[in-house]
């Protein structure tokens, strides 16, 4: 099927590559506005004249891709005219603050986003990211409160290590550029806070947790109906996500595109007797869409929910429609629709690529893998549908799982075959323990039968989990195996239902470049050579690289995380060494000189100095000593410490590096 022979799918495209463009210019709101509508207008002046002809369609095109890059603009907060930072305050400011979404907790705080609706009594737009103190004695902020806030913002700081997760980035993709640490000491509540339709939604989904509490479920099946129900995934364990996450069904419990399909199919079963009155077929559909909205909102109203429900609204409109082939149709136009209304954003969003990866997938390919076999058995048969789906959702969603994860559970089908068909039973049910609930007339057999189903559910998980002989770890895997794997894929599939020399070139091609690109990536791997010293917290590590081995020098007996995994990853690192740290080294015929907590080092000329574990020296004296050119200080020192040295080094003129502030330090 020729996808781009539909005019959605392809408007959807030059969107999407507008999008794309549009965030790598990060033009101006007059610019890209300027240059959209004079598109507009060309193109309104084509039409005039000939509506058929091939400059018109060409000129739409470019049109939908100036919209593209005017929608991301209009829609990056800074922006906005009355965006926060817009404002140029010198001293603490006053902010007003009302909380927009609760984030998990980590070790040190708790964490939100919250809208600022002032600067010194200044109105203002904009999100920042609040991090508040833990504090037993002070309970959380929900959803609408609003606080006044005397104290500064700061910025997201970039990564302090090469590969490390891009936070700073990923919060710019949500139009979040700022973030502020606060205790309960520096801000007051305010009363009578206005309701959004946010803050709604949290006070229901409060309501129902706090009826689910009272009942008697476990807490790791209370966690997990909250996710599957709620999308609620604060409370769940460590170890439960690990073990989703390594079997392969870590989106049974992220709320979204899986979950809102089969309330959709459940919908459509329970409301068929609607059809046999008059119009009945439309009142279905516009029942169905209205309650897959109450759901949206009994959720929450999370970004990814959103998503889901709107793209599913397209979907439910296909199955009016009846057409199979309007499914491409549908499936573009709410994905034009969410980039183009909700937020341009979302297409750099996991969540997004998976969803709509998945469901292009079995769209495009359940049908054919149907028609490779056609079993009598009826059980057989619906085995046979169930992992159908599952290879075809797994195929659509792999390059984008191996570039994001960097692994693959071999054994998906088996949790998807085991759990898939009970996730319309435990949603059916779920949202009648629910409804019970709310009425206070939930009776315990029902939660006793419900709460040894998700345990049920979690010992299957659990135990495909713990198969590591079938989960593909730390595969290395960049964007152009990512674009190639899915030209691959493509190439596989066209090839398969019809052969011909041209779909037969274009698969060999696709496989040739992806070997070619993985043979080079690999072989320049080989021939990369670097000493460096990565930011790493109460531990000193000096990394030298050769190739595809990192020889690791540290005081510590275990390699930090991020040089085992993301590095290890990024890098193609097959084999790590730990070595001791010892206080003098030569790179390049350049000494570095290590001075730890003892404060000893040997009376020598050196080029590098780095000071770790806070040693007690008088810096001055150092440096008249050793004459070195840079001096460098790890994670492992004290603040005080580091301030003080580099302050000494300002004096005399030396380039002070602190990990802390400017990231890893790569010797010349």
Same mark, same amino acid.
């Given at each position: ?77 800074? &922006? ?17 603050? @009302?909380?927009?979404?609760?984030? =998990? ?24 990211? /609040? ?13 609408? #409160? ?13 990564? /302090? ?17 700022? #973030? ?26 409060? =309501? ?9 479920? $476990? ?29 392969? %069904? ?27 009155? +008059? ?33 599913? !609204?397209?979907? %439910?409109? %296909? ?6 082939? &309007? ?5 573009? /136009? ?40 056609? +079993?009598? &058995? ?51 049910? $779920? ?19 419900? &709460? ?62 992806? #070997? ?10 080989? =021939? ?21 081995? *990192? ?13 085992? =995994? ?14 001791? *740290? ?7 015929? #350049? ?19 780095? *000071? ?23 994670? !492992? ?12 080094? @300002? ?18």
């Amino acid at each position: 099927m020729n996808l781009l022979k539909f005019i959605p799918i392809k408007l959807t495209f030059f969107l999407v590559l507008g999008i794309l463009l549009g965030n790598y210019l990060d033009l101006s709101i007059p610019i890209s506005g300027g240059i959209t509508l004079l598109a507009i207008l060309f193109m309104g002046f084509l039409f005039y004249r000939n509506k058929n002809s091939t400059s018109f369609g060409l000129m739409a095109l470019l049109a939908t891709t100036c919209i593209g890059v005017f929608a991301i603009s209009l829609w990056k907060p800074k &922006n906005q005219s009355n965006y926060y930072g817009h404002i140029d305050v010198k001293d603490t400011p006053v902010l007003k603050l @009302k909380i927009r979404e609760v984030l =998990k907790s980590n070790r040190y705080s708790d964490r939100y986003i919250a809208l600022v609706k002032s600067v010194n009594k200044q109105p203002t737009s904009g999100k920042i990211l /609040l991090n508040i103190s833990s504090d037993s004695l002070q309970p959380r902020l929900h959803i609408d #409160q609003e606080l006044m806030v005397y104290d500064k913002l700061s910025k997201v700081k970039k990564p /302090l290590n090469q590969h490390q997760f891009n936070f700073k980035d990923y919060l710019e993709k949500i139009g979040i550029y700022n #973030q502020l640490y606060s205790d309960k000491t520096r801000f007051v509540l305010l009363k009578n806070s206005s309701t959004s339709i946010y803050g709604f939604a949290a006070k229901q989904r409060s =309501k129902i947790i706090a009826k689910l509490q009272k009942a008697r479920f $476990g807490k790791d099946e209370l966690s997990v109906i909250k996710a599957l129900l709620l999308g609620d995934r604060n409370d769940i364990s460590e170890n439960t996500y690990d073990n989703y996450k390594n079997a392969g %069904a870590v989106h049974i419990l992220a709320l979204s595109g899986l979950h809102i399909g089969i309330l959709l199919l459940l919908l459509q079963f329970l409301l068929q007797p609607l059809e046999k009155l +008059p119009k009945g077929r439309t009142l279905k559909l516009i029942t169905i869409v209205i309650l897959l909205w109450c759901f949206a909102l009994l959720a929450g109203f999370s970004a990814s929910i959103i998503r889901a429900v709107t793209m599913f !609204s397209f979907v %439910a409109y %296909a199955l009016y429609l009846n057409r199979p082939s &309007n499914t491409f149709n549908i499936l573009a /136009l709410s994905m034009f629709f969410i980039l183009l209304i909700i937020n341009p954003m979302l297409l750099f969003q996991v969540g997004f690529q998976m969803s709509y990866a998945a469901v292009f997938a079995i769209v495009w390919l359940y049908p054919l893998l149907q028609k490779l076999w056609f +079993p009598k &058995n009826i059980i057989i048969k619906k085995i046979w549908q169930l992992l159908s789906v599952s290879i075809a959702a797994q195929l659509g969603v792999l390059p984008i799982s191996l570039f994001y994860f960097h692994q693959f559970p071999g054994l998906f089908f088996v949790s998807n075959l085991l759990i898939v068909p009970f996730l319309g039973i435990i949603l059916g049910v $779920g949202i009648l323990v629910i409804c019970l609930a709310l009425f206070n007339i939930l009776p315990d057999f029902i939660v006793s039968f419900y &709460n040894s189903l998700i345990a049920f559910i979690n010992s299957i998980i659990a135990w495909v989990g713990q198969q590591e002989t079938f989960l593909f770890k730390n595969i290395s895997f960049d964007a152009p195996q990512l674009l190639l794997s899915y030209l691959v894929i493509i190439g596989l599939v066209i090839s398969g239902t019809k052969t011909t020399y041209k779909r037969l070139s274009f698969l060999l091609i696709s496989i040739l470049g992806l #070997q070619i690109w993985s043979l080079y990536t690999s072989y320049e791997s080989t =021939k990369k050579e670097s000493l460096f010293i990565p930011h790493q917290s109460k531990i000193s590590t000096i990394a030298n690289r050769k190739g595809k081995y *990192l020889e690791v020098i540290t005081n510590s007996r275990t390699v930090d995380s991020y040089l085992d =995994k993301d590095y290890f990853i990024a890098e193609r690192i097959e084999n790590i060494t730990i070595k001791p *740290l010892y206080n003098s080294y030569s790179f390049q015929k #350049q000494k570095i000189l290590v001075v730890d907590s003892s404060g000893v080092y040997p009376t020598q000329k050196a080029h590098y100095i780095l *000071l770790t574990q806070s040693p007690k020296l008088n810096l001055d004296r150092l440096i008249d000593t050793t004459s070195p050119s840079v001096i460098i200080a790890d994670g !492992s020192n004290y603040h005080s410490y580091i301030n003080r040295w580099k302050t000494t080094c @300002k004096k005399r003129n030396l380039p002070f590096h602190y990990t802390g502030e400017k990231g890893s330090f790569y010797f010349e």
